[in-house]
Every structure is written in structure tokens, then in C-alpha cells.
């Protein structure tokens, strides 16, 4: 098997404090990963250590997102769209959005 390349590794910090993290990986079609991308975005707010938005696709769960202390399935799509969720995920989380 071929180790997981990066694609990504990105971390920042709004105005508010609120932390965000973007990390995907290009790893190797298989049956735990049939995209071949593996990933992990976390949305932790100010003061928080616990994220409030988070996204992965470890095994055996496979792709899902916990927001609000509830776990539930994610339809992965592409790469671009899931990076697209999560922040909009992170932006209601965040009181951006109502």
C-alpha cells in the first residue's frame, strides 16, 4: 500500500478566536477509502477545546460529521465540496449565520 500524500494541511484563527482545520490526504483506492481521499476538518470555538464541527472518514465509520455533539453520516461528493460544507457548517456554528 502507498502511504497517504498530502493535500492539504491548513490552520487559522478568525477575529473572533475560533480555530479552523483543513487536512486531507490522496491516499490509495481501497475498500476503507474508495475515493481515495482521507480527511479531517475541525471547527473548535473560542474558548472551547472540544470541536464544534468536525468531518472525517475514518474507519469503520466512513464519512460522517459531528456538529453539535450529534454524529451523522456525510454523502461525500468531491474534495471541494466537502471543504464547501464544513464551512458553512463552521460559519452557523460560529453564529455567522442563522
Known sequence: MAPAKLITRRKW????GNLYEI???KVERNT???EGVRYRLAFIR????APAVLY???HPKGHH???GGRQAPYAFVTA???VADFLAD???SAGEVK
Open 80 to 82: 471541494r465540496r466537502l
Open 90 to 92: 463552521a460559519r452557523v
Open 23 to 25: 487536512v486531507l490526504w
Open 56 to 58: 472525517d472518514n475514518h
Open 46 to 49: 473560542a474558548g472551547e477545546e
Open 32 to 34: 476503507r477509502h474508495p
Open 65 to 67: 460529521r459531528h456538529i
Open 13 to 16: 484563527t478568525d477575529e473572533r
